[in-house]
């Protein structure tokens, strides 16, 4: 399986690197197995550092390795996939044990909607309702050096 990493730099050797930004599944290496979603996420982050060109890092991983790590997956924006982000998204982390989180991205759309709920604008059943309907790419979060193990780069893809 590949995964994509899009950023303003070549990352062969991806870190984990202490952050003060309150992500959807916490500090982390993030992916999708979405090229396009790597190419947007490579613009806005070349736009935003000022410097340098978009890139997208492609990395392989062997999907029998990813057997003996602990991962937390959702497959829908569901209550428990909302009720995740949201602790993240206001500092309340909810684990400190897991290797790998996948589950869908909240992207701009779906972050007016998590913030909204997260303001207590309209309760999770209708969060939920707003959330199901759409088309929400994939992300992987990397969280442990264990993890990190399996990603094996390929190329940066320059967009």
Known sequence: MNL?????????????????????????FYLTSDFEQAKKWAVRTAKN??????????????????????ILSFHLP????????SANRTGKIMDVTYDIVIGPVANDQAIRTVNNYIKGYFPENIAIQLLLPQKLKDQYAFK??????????????EI
């Open 4 to 28: 994509y990493h899009g950023s303003n730099i070549e990352i062969k050797e991806p870190m984990l690197i202490p952050t003060k930004r309150l992500l959807d599944f916490g500090a982390g």
């Open 144 to 157: 442990t050096e264990r993890a990190l193990k399996i990603l094996s780069f390929m190329e940066a893809v």
């Open 49 to 70: 550092r000022g410097e340098n060109v978009p890139l997208v890092s492609v990395f392989n991983v062997e999907e029998d390795k990813m057997e003996g790590l602990d």
């Open 78 to 85: 569901d209550e428990e996939w909302l009720r995740y982000v």
